[in-house]
């Protein structure tokens, strides 16, 4: 052993780092919390007992998690072929008008079995829609997709608040919302799913539409590894000039790319519109499409990374919402702090602590092997 | 020139590496190595790819730290932290891969990191007029305000030599710095060391070529497998010895073929013009290639040769002219992708493997397949049978002796000729009718050559027509049939190789007279335009 | 009786300079007059509207305030899973036994400082800036035109909204540029409602030398001399009484729409604005006042036809 | 006519004012390889700690100084994520600007108990409208004399540092041995690495540098362009100085025009809420506001070519590969 290796074992890699990472993210934040004169400990533990601690706390958790792991795998299919996506909060808000369309259409005709997979498709159709222009622009013109997406995500917000309050809106409603669909344009929840099975659960917003978000990633990565098209994204992604070299037609890679990716964030149409809220409304995204791009970039845009990833946001948001309530002195900026330091301690400064943890690593097998060499000899 | 007799050993060496070792990882690149460089005098370093040669520079200019180990200069024990640390004791170092800012203008590139004043207006004028004089002194034409990426490597070259002769290094280590030039610019390079080393500059040369050590060099040591193997007084050995040091067996440094005899065409191209942002690239093209038989291009590198690859492989869209395939006749109104020329059985190698011939991202295995990613061979109705690929690759790494032999490599982590024999392996094992291949050996071992070149010959008989695009001229003389010459997009002569010298290629290339550096630079169209060269 | 209390804001958050800030205001005075401690909770996303009632539900809190028109459905949903817990909802209309529903003739309010903006405007020009173009907000928006028209039949309207995002609701500088654009056009009195956007109206109102009309509780010190008055809505109020009402066992379900005649909405006057206010300007509000109270004025609501005949 | 675009233009100079002092921001940051998202944190961070200083010591210079501080500080913070540790340049922005959203607010909340708010400013406090001399001579020139007024005087210290930070960039940029080294980490590392030149040193200072520019634009919005700090008052202007910047392909002066173009939509789509069209009637107001990112990206897609970044932008520089 007498070459440093680079190379960690994978549990320290995997496990420990990013446990340290946490860890030393809820210290900072202990501190903070300290500061204002609460327990730091009793801080720590609503946070996890928020979001995890019993079936209702995890139901809204995996909620959360549902919208990250589509937002997540949106960017992180679009980063694969280097190609930045800011406008998944753009797409899965128009993924959520064309769910909507589709449920007011069609709930006073159509039985469940018809409207969901309409719905399904309306929902990534309307995604990519959004995506597309950015990505013909892109492709075509040379427009940056970074500026075009930007755009697109305020024109979102302007073409939904204009269809809501002039065409969508219930007729003497105050709130700019669509009327309630149908029973049959609900998705189950996930209580009503257990309930088939006989398992009683708490009423949550998590509902069936996180199978879809499995799915999902499971697509994702066949799609990425182990088809032809993954593999020309990803060469795309990795080298321009060798995906052309290849017989690669770029340009309709991006946009077919940027569609998928638009497709994915769509879906978070699905969850909030059909599985949620049952109805149209106002920033019923709330930030996730932007969310989506820390936990695609903190899932290394791998869908396994992406699931870890989008559990540890849904847990922030959960647990972060329980303890501003369980302690009011802690107010939801606080919470938002606290959600920054994590992201901060586990994924920019990621790599910190491993340096450090290298050190001792080595050392200690220095150790055991002087330790090995004593008791032989 | 050579063959200055060596000081006597009781000078203090301008170098003394001691016992230096380096590891990447598992992987040792340098065990205690040992090296001693006398002042005014050129000391070679020779070695297969990954033998450790570039590590070993990268140590002594402060890139790298060694693990262990003492660099002592001009007799001093010093401590190189950084490349400042380096460049202060008065090293200098021309890259294997360029150390250049390619949107940077060529003068900026050679200020920078030694601008002088904080501000530029006055560094600049005086970078200026030192850079001319240097020129001069050198006769290294170079356009101070031409951006440096627009210009052929032959020229970016030129600007890692002036950086370090504008920085006055009293000790230079060039890295393979001849693998892009063509003779002329290496006799040029060569006569610049020698003036160098007259003034007393102390130069170590890194180079796969023998034929270059044996020329310019005082004396010469060979690195294996992270060691220093051996060291020789140039005058005192020869090629063959040092190849045999280097590789650890005998090596047939000519390429061994027997007359070809080509028959049909396979290939005919006909006034193939291509040209970009306004510029020609391609000027009236015409050229034909028939099974069995290697066609060489000749030419100083940016002379077209990319784009006429480009353009017969279906990368860059025809704009003016035609190719015919056999019996498909592909024009701007009928063009075809590069997929479907591969199709047509069209192979092509790529000039720059890093660029365009391989995702150095990609495992090995992947970037075995590209452009063949779409074959039903290794497709499912979905899925990829990524079980297919596999076994692809670890038959083209058995048969081509591609190594390591292992296709979950990341591609990155071959040694630039295992790199190359991957890229080939991918293109000659489909069997093309036509293979086209830029630059076949740039970079890699003699070894490595020898494999290549056996294998280009061996296709050859087997009735494909290739086409060779080389900077090297020794290798389009050897392994070609039938030599073209290109220049400023035009070909300009076409010479039977078994007739061919040297010299007499080396004037086409640089278009009859007219002086190298002009012709290199850009835009003067009022030269002699001498289409046909009497043999 | 032992109350439990609770309140749930909506986004935007307890400081919003908007109807959310005036319930805080009316639970904090409940809180320091009473003692009793309150629940609360803010919610960031739209799910956890639902979340957050329920979880006060569950905790045994009574009586419940929601507020906001958003919250409607969530209040409509655990006020039925919790038939016994007292829910007041303010801003919207939930038809249940044990739900109070507080709205208020917005319109009404601001058709009174519509009449003050008119009179107060040389130019017979004066401004509307919301913060984003929602229902709620044209009904804001429409009373205060009519209230120009109606003390100066040739006063020009002119109306602006901030945004379409979330941050409309809190972008000064927009508010700010969208007054100056106003003042360009000739508007002297600029009327805004639109939470954190308005501090930039007011600010650039104050720096124009022109006047600026405050939203939904008493603004005038924030820019005292420049602030003409302010439309206030009688969220605290409401917030206060769900609270005191419960306490005393006053409170009572059902649908409390509250208007100028039950002092719901009015305008404000005090040390701030008294030297602005001119007995003209009294007189003539006064006038409106009593008109519309006594029902000789109707004053047109926009989201009864979702259309305004006066802008 | 003439009056309301020289108000629109007068508009124009007040909103793009921060916007360019944060393009610029961005452009040294990005030239050298670092990905800045974090310009809105900056921001916002910046705005409210000038808001507080100003507040508390009644000058408005020591809450620029502040704002400056506390931006370098975030730019720091960047740097270390980024360049000592080479993480992720885009989570670590990300990070820092839902630190700075959720920071401020906490701060202020429990500094003044108005959740976020501060308190009003006025009087040195503030940054208030320079008027040039000679304005009060030409109040009745026609055509220059309201140009001048309007136009070019009555704008307060802030909006002029920000046009001017950008013949500054520019300057330092190709001008300086700094710039032709920043210019050069942003592409080639290596190049600047073995030229003797330390990468990590170099992008240290161009977030410094960044962090400088983002405080003068946080102290304009809450000195000067308002009077006290409101929460998330930068309102995702951040986001609109970097697509600005990249408008303006990472160059100071086509940035500059970039965030004018948008400060000019943004003014002339204000100025055209609520006017009606001949034949088409009123236009949703929507559709205006939509109306400067719809521009956009039509000038985007018509008349400006490829954007290309700098080469080693959003890559930890690691040497041994
Ligand atoms: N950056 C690096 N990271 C990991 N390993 C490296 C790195 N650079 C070199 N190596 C290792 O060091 C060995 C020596 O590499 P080096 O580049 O010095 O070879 P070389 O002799 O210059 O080869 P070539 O003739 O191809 O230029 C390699 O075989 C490789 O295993
Ligand atoms: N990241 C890495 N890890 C391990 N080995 C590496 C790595 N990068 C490079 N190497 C090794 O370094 C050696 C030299 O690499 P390098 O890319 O310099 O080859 P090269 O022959 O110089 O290539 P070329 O001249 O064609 O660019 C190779 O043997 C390769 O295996
Ligand atoms: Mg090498
Ligand atoms: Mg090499």
Redesign the pocket.
């Known amino acids: 052993m007498s070459s440093p290796s680079k190379a960690l074992p994978a549990w320290i890699d995997v496990g420990l780092i990013p446990l340290i990472n946490i860890l030393l993210a809820f210290i900072v934040s202990g501190i903070v919390i300290f500061i204002i004169g609460e327990d730091p400990v009793e801080a720590v533990k609503i946070i996890v007992y928020g979001a995890f601690g019993n079936d209702y706390n995890l139901g809204y958790t995996l909620y959360y998690t549902t919208n990250f792991i589509f937002t997540g795998l949106a960017v992180a299919v679009a980063f694969h072929a280097s190609l930045f996506n800011i406008g998944g909060e753009g797409q899965a808000y128009i993924g959520g008008l064309g769910v909507g369309l589709l449920c007011l259409a069609l709930d006073q005709y159509f039985p469940f079995w018809i409207i969901l997979p309409l719905a399904i498709a309306a929902s990534g159709l309307f995604g990519a829609a959004w995506a597309y222009i950015p990505a013909y622009l892109q492709a075509y013109r040379g427009s940056h997709i970074v500026i075009t997406t930007i755009m697109f995500n305020f024109i979102a917000f302007s073409l939904m608040n204009y269809l809501l309050v002039n065409i969508l809106i219930e007729p003497g409603q105050m709130s700019p919302e669509s009327r309630d669909f149908a029973e049959v344009a609900h998705i189950p929840t996930m209580q009503q799913a257990a309930a088939w099975f006989g398992i009683e659960m708490s009423n949550t917003p998590l509902n069936m539409s996180i199978f879809l978000a499995l799915l999902s990633c499971v697509f994702v990565w066949l799609f990425m590894w182990h088809t032809r098209w993954g593999y020309a994204i990803r060469m795309l992604g990795f080298n321009e000039n060798a995906a052309n070299y290849s017989g690669i037609n770029t340009q309709r890679l991006i946009v077919g790319t940027m569609c998928l990716s638009g497709v994915l964030a769509g879906f978070v149409g699905i969850n909030e519109i059909m599985g949620v809220h049952h109805r149209v409304l106002l920033d019923f995204t709330a930030g996730a499409g932007f969310t989506g791009i820390a936990v695609a970039l903190m899932g290394r845009n791998h869908p396994v990374g992406i699931i870890i990833a989008s559990l540890l946001f849904g847990a922030l948001f959960q647990g972060g919402a329980e303890l501003s309530f369980e302690i009011p002195t802690i107010q939801v900026e606080m919470v938002k702090a606290i959600q920054g330091l994590v992201i901060l301690f586990c994924g920019a400064l990621a790599y910190m602590a491993r340096p450090t943890v290298e050190r001792i690593f080595i050392a200690m097998i220095a150790n055991k092997a002087v330790a090995g060499e004593q008791a032989n000899g | 020139m050579g063959g200055q007799s060596a000081p006597p050993p009781s000078i203090e060496p301008a170098i003394e590496l001691k016992a230096i070792s ?1 590891s ?2 598992p ?4 065990q205690n190595v040992d090296l001693k460089v006398l002042p005014g005098t050129i000391h070679g370093i020779i ?12 140590i002594l200019y402060g890139f ?1 730290e060694a693990d262990s180990g003492e660099i002592l200069i001009n007799g001093q024990k010093r401590k190189i932290h950084s490349s400042r640390d380096a460049i202060s004791f008065g090293i200098g170092m021309v890259h ?1 891969h360029f150390m250049l800012v390619e949107t940077f203008t060529v003068l900026e590139n050679v200020m920078l990191g030694a601008e002088g004043a904080p501000l530029l207006n006055k560094s600049s004028q005086s970078a200026r007029e030192e850079l001319l004089k240097l020129s001069k002194e050198y006769s290294l034409a170079v356009d101070p305000d031409a951006m440096t990426g627009d210009l052929p490597v032959g020229l970016q070259q030129r600007v890692e030599i002036l950086k370090a002769l504008y920085r006055g290094a009293e000790i230079l280590i060039l ?2 710095p001849t693998g892009v030039l063509t003779p002329q610019e290496t006799d040029q390079l060569f006569k610049i060391l020698d003036i160098l080393r007259s003034r007393g500059v102390s130069i170590i040369l ?1 180079t ?1 070529k023998l034929q270059e050590i044996m020329a310019i060099t005082d004396r010469v040591s060979v ?1 294996r497998a ?1 060691t220093m193997v051996s060291e020789r007084e140039t005058a005192e050995t020869n090629k063959n010895e040092l190849a045999e040091l280097m590789v650890g067996r005998k090596v047939l440094l000519e390429v061994d073929k027997t007359d070809a005899n080509p028959s049909e065409i396979l290939l005919e191209a006909k006034n193939l013009s291509y040209s970009e942002d306004g510029v020609k690239k391609l000027d009236d093209v015409s050229l034909t290639l028939k099974a069995g038989e290697i066609v060489g291009i000749a030419g100083v590198s940016g002379n077209g040769q990319t784009e006429l690859l480009a353009a017969l492989s279906g990368i860059c869209p025809l704009q003016t002219g035609s190719i015919k395939i056999g019996s498909v006749k592909i024009d701007s109104d009928n063009p075809k992708t590069p997929k479907e020329f591969r199709d047509l059985s069209v192979g092509h190698v790529p000039e720059d493997r890093h660029r365009m011939g391989m995702v150095t991202a990609f495992n090995a295995q992947e970037s075995a397949i590209m452009g063949f990613h779409d074959d039903a061979a290794y497709n499912g109705k979905f899925l990829m049978d990524n079980k297919a690929v596999e076994q692809h690759c670890v038959r083209l790494m058995k048969d081509y002796d591609v190594r390591p032999e292992d296709p979950k490599l990341k591609s990155a ?1 071959f ?3 295992n790199q190359q024999k991957l890229v080939l392996a991918r293109e000659m094992d489909r069997h093309p009718k036509v293979l086209l291949v830029g630059q076949p050996t740039r ?3 003699i070894g490595a050559i020898e494999y290549i070149h056996k294998n280009l010959i061996a296709m050859r008989d087997a009735g494909s027509a290739i086409l060779v695009v080389s900077v090297e001229l020794e290798e389009i003389m050897s392994l070609s049939d039938r030599i073209l010459v290109m220049f400023e997009g035009r070909i300009v002569g076409e010479v039977d190789a078994k007739e061919a010298d040297a010299r007499q290629l080396g004037l086409l290339m640089g278009n009859a007279g007219a002086q190298t550096e002009a012709a290199s630079s850009e835009n003067n169209s009022n030269n002699i335009h001498s289409e046909e060269i009497p043999a | 009786e032992d109350i439990k209390p609770a309140v749930v804001f909506d986004m935007g958050g307890k400081f919003d300079k908007s109807f959310n800030e005036g319930v805080y205001n009316g639970v904090e005075k409940f809180s320091k007059e009473t003692g009793i401690k309150y629940r609360e909770f803010e919610v960031t996303n739209p799910s956890q509207r639902e979340q957050a009632i329920r979880k006060m539900a569950q905790r045994g809190a009574d009586p419940i305030v929601g507020v906001g028109f958003a919250q409607g459905p969530a209040i409509e949903k655990v006020a039925k899973e919790y038939p016994d817990v007292r829910f007041t909802i303010i801003d919207s209309v939930v038809d249940l036994p044990n739900v109070q529903s507080v709205v208020f003739k917005e319109h009404e309010g601001s058709f009174l400082v519509g009449v003050l903006a008119a009179m107060a405007s040389e130019n017979q020009k004066v401004g509307f800036i919301g913060g984003m173009d929602i229902p709620l907000i044209r009904k804001f928006a429409c009373g205060y035109a009519q209230g120009a028209k109606y003390a100066v039949g040739s006063a020009e309207v002119y109306s602006n909204m901030t945004g379409t995002t979330p941050s409309a609701w809190n972008d000064p500088s927009k508010g700010s540029e969208l007054a100056k654009s106003q003042f360009d056009k000739g508007a002297d009195v600029i009327f805004a409602a639109a939470g954190g956007t308005g501090i930039g109206v007011y600010q650039a109102a104050k720096d124009a030398g022109k006047y600026a009309i405050g939203v939904d509780s008493n603004q005038n010190h924030l820019q005292p001399g420049t602030m003409l008055t302010s439309m206030t809505k009688g969220v605290d109020v409401a917030a206060y009484n769900a609270f005191k009402d419960a306490m005393d066992g006053t409170w009572k379900p059902g649908l409390h729409a509250l208007g100028l005649a039950e002092n719901g909405v009015d305008w404000a006057l005090d040390d701030n604005n008294k030297s602005l206010i001119t007995d003209a300007m009294k007189a003539k509000v006064k006038e409106a006042r009593d008109g519309i109270v006594s029902g000789s004025i109707s004053v047109h609501d926009f989201t009864s036809d979702n259309s305004c005949p006066a802008l | 006519m003439y009056l309301l675009l020289l108000s629109t233009l007068d508009s124009t100079l007040r909103v793009s004012a921060p916007l360019v002092l944060c393009a610029m921001a961005g452009i040294f940051s990005e030239r050298s390889g670092i990905i800045d998202i974090s310009l809105e944190g900056k921001l916002l961070g910046s705005a409210f700690a000038a808001a507080v200083v100003a507040f508390e010591t009644g000058s408005a210079f020591l809450g620029l100084g502040a704002a400056i501080v506390t931006s370098i500080l975030m730019g720091l913070l960047h740097g270390f994520a980024c360049i000592t540790h080479r993480g992720n340049q885009v989570v670590s922005g990300l990070a820092i600007n839902i630190l700075a959203s959720g920071l401020t607010v906490t701060l202020g909340g429990a500094w003044y108990g108005k959740g976020g708010q501060t308190e009003t400013l006025s009087g040195d406090a503030r940054f208030s409208p320079i008027t040039f001399p000679g304005a009060e001579a030409l109040v009745d020139v026609p055509v220059i004399g309201p140009l001048y007024i309007e136009l070019i005087s009555g704008h307060n210290l802030l909006v002029y540092i920000a046009f001017l930070a950008v013949p500054v960039t520019w300057w330092v940029l190709y001008k300086t041995r700094f710039g032709l080294r920043l210019r050069a980490v942003g592409e080639n590392p290596q190049a600047v690495d073995t030229a003797g030149i330390s990468v990590t040193f170099l992008r240290y200072r161009s977030v410094i540098i960044a962090g400088i520019l983002c405080g003068i634009a946080g102290a304009y919005l809450s000195t000067g362009q308002n009077a006290a700090f409101g929460k998330e008052m930068s309102a995702g202007q951040g986001y609109i100085a970097l697509a600005a910047m990249i408008f303006g392909k990472w160059k100071p002066v086509p940035g500059l025009l970039a965030c004018m173009l948008f400060g000019f939509l943004d003014a002339m789509a204000v100025r055209l809420q609520g006017v009606e069209l001949p034949g088409i009637g009123e236009i949703p107001v929507q559709f205006m506001q939509a109306l400067p990112y719809v521009l956009t990206v039509i000038l985007l897609a018509g008349f400006i070519g490829k954007a290309v970044a700098p080469k080693a932008i959003g890559r930890p520089y690691v040497k ?2």
Do not use: C, P, W
């Open positions: 380096k990447f990882g992987v040792k690149a340098n070695g297969e790819n990954g033998a450790g040669k570039s590590t070993l520079m990268s790298y294997q890295d393979e890194i796969h690195m992270g982590n040694s630039g000729g970079g890699v071992d | 041994e590969r």
